[in-house]
């Protein structure tokens, strides 16, 4: 589906349901270089248990029209412009990686319309290495591989989000390369990364935060270790963390894991 916010069409994923004003809203935001398809087992589940789902596709990120946002903050607005063109008064915000940092500012600058927040593969602060940050802006066919290998606990897991037969790493290289030639006009990977090393408003966001808050972390995360959100989770007013076996990419390497943990959170 696609929605008008901010001046440019906005791509959402909804599971292939229509929207019902009678049911709950789960928003799902991706991180760097991704795009709503990295939630496709989780979205698939809500979208057929009850929810309505909006998996969105960052401005300027795949079928998204617009600028790609260049801070947080303005991808936060992005989000709560979208909620108000689809008139959902409240929803759960569901982010990964970039797309946590997201969801908490929204919740933080919006907290009568968020009722959940769950903040994937998250870290504060979230700094990014010089020589990753270069290369995305030089190589970013290098970067690529750099980011994949650190962001999967295994080269070769078992059957994991898309099943048998698919190859986890060589599909999220090729998802990141999809996404990077989606826009022509701008380095949205290098963009990313600077929102995501520039944001310093994470602690001061959690302590705003008043709805339940669930950490769901990759124990094997190598790009967002679990310890570099212990300072978020200190804060959190009614805070819950999860833990699976898996690395960053934890919502396609360990896909039911993840939902299984978003289901639990849902029902407190």
């Not at 600058?109 to 870290?123: D, I, K, Y």
């Not at 705003?208 to 808050?213: A, D, G, L, N, R």
Request: a neutral charge; charged letters at 15%; proline letters at 6%.
């Amino acid at each position: 589906m696609i929605y008008d916010v901010q001046g440019a069409p906005l791509y959402v994923y909804t599971g292939g349901k229509t929207f019902d004003p009678t049911k709950p809203t789960a928003v799902f935001i991706h991180g760097v270089l991704n795009d709503h398809s990295v939630w496709i087992l989780q979205t698939r589940y809500f979208a057929n248990h009850g929810w309505n789902v909006m998996a969105v596709d960052l401005p300027g990120h795949g079928r998204s029209g617009g600028k790609a946002p260049a801070s947080v903050q303005e991808a936060a607005q992005s989000i709560m412009a979208l909620l108000d063109a689809a008139g959902v008064a409240e929803a759960v915000l569901i982010g990964h990686s970039f797309g946590s940092l997201i969801a908490l500012h929204a919740t933080a600058e919006n907290p009568g319309r968020v009722s959940q927040l769950m903040m994937v593969g998250t870290a504060y602060p979230m700094r990014v290495s010089p020589a990753l940050l270069e290369s995305s802006l030089n190589d970013p066919q290098k970067a690529i591989q750099m980011v994949n290998v650190f962001s999967h606990s295994t080269l070769a897991p078992p059957p994991s989000a898309l099943g048998p037969g698919t190859w986890l790493l060589g599909g999220s290289k090729a998802l990141m390369r999809r996404v990077l030639a989606s826009n022509p006009h701008e380095n949205i990977f290098n963009i990313g990364f600077k929102a995501c090393d520039s944001y310093d408003q994470g602690e001061v966001s959690m302590r705003k935060v008043t709805c339940p808050t669930l950490f769901l972390l990759g124990k094997k995360d190598q790009m967002t270790q679990p310890k570099a959100a212990q300072g978020l989770i200190k804060l959190a007013q009614d805070g819950h963390v999860a833990m699976v076996n898996a690395g960053h990419q934890l919502m396609v390497e360990a896909p039911e894991e993840c939902l299984s943990a978003m289901l639990a959170f849902c029902k407190k």
